[in-house]
T-cell receptor, first 118, second 114 residues
Framework: GDSVTQMEGPVTLSEEAFLTINCTYTATGYPSLFWYVQYPGEGLQLLLKATKADDKGSNKGFEATYRKETTSFHLEKGSVQVSDSAVYFCALSDPRLYSGGGADGLTFGKGTHLIIQP | DVKVTQSSRYLVKRTGEKVFLECVQDMDHENMFWYRQDPGLGLRLIYFSYDVKMKEKGDIPEGYSVSREKKERFSLILESASTNQTSMYLC?????????????FGDGTRLSIL
């Protein structure tokens, strides 16, 4: 079945450091890929997405590129801030998974807890 | 902005009780989902619905049922609550169509079963 693997952390960085959170996936179809962020006490928010190979999703200084050849979607940011402290989830949506039902359930990684210190 | 509202942020119930978790979305989305979130396990799909009165099992449906009588409302039901159902429950909704559509999440209900 489909799966998403990401580093779990916690990942602790100093402010203005460079961030990479690795994400790799396996899927039976040609999935869309997402990064979600969860701030303390809140639900998940979409951070960025990519729907086909070599697409780059970007938002709030974060970027991730859909690499089909390495089945990866690593999240990067050039200079992190304390306000970026959160849990980050990589996820995929496989169009073949629920082809009869019309809805697409997401498969999530376990989440990476990011802590940015001043 | 899409608003997904879960009726309770915190809930405490007893073993054996029937528990209802309610979720409402205001964007006329066809699809609605229930996940549970546990440390070290990430989010796991319990049930989803792609239309009124339609429901599909997700990865971990055992011990749960759902109801979708109106398009905007999706209820998760714990038929007889057990301590291993203590968790954070997240509701989400999305537009129908292809797999590009992102899901929009509520703030979650932290449920404790004593």
């Amino acid at each position: 079945g489909d799966s998403v693997t990401q580093m779990e952390g916690p990942v602790t960085l100093s402010e203005e450091a460079f961030l990479t959170i690795n994400c790799t996936y396996t899927a039976t179809g040609y999935p869309s890929l997402f990064w979600y962020v969860q701030y303390p006490g809140e639900g998940l928010q979409l951070l960025l997405k990519a729907t086909k190979a070599d697409d780059k999703g970007s938002n709030k200084g974060f970027e991730a590129t859909y690499r089909k050849e390495t089945t990866s979607f690593h999240l990067e940011k050039g200079s992190v801030q304390v306000s970026d402290s959160a849990v980050y989830f990589c996820a995929l949506s496989d169009p073949r998974l629920y082809s009869g039902g019309g809805a697409d359930g997401l498969t999530f990684g376990k989440g990476t807890h990011l802590i940015i210190q001043p | 902005d899409v608003k997904v509202t879960q009726s309770s942020r915190y809930l405490v119930k007893r073993t054996g009780e029937k528990v209802f978790l309610e979720c409402v979305q205001d964007m006329d989305h066809e699809n609605m989902f229930w996940y549970r979130q546990d440390p070290g396990l990430g989010l796991r799909l319990i049930y989803f619905s792609y239309d009124v009165k339609m429901k599909e099992k997700g990865d971990i449906p055992e011990g749960y049922s759902v109801s979708r009588e109106k398009k905007e409302r999706f209820s998760l039901i714990l038929e007889s609550a057990s301590t291993n159902q203590t968790s954070m429950y997240l509701c989400a909704s999305s537009l129908s169509g292809d797999s590009n559509q992102p899901q929009h999440f509520g703030d979650g209900t932290r449920l404790s079963i004593l």
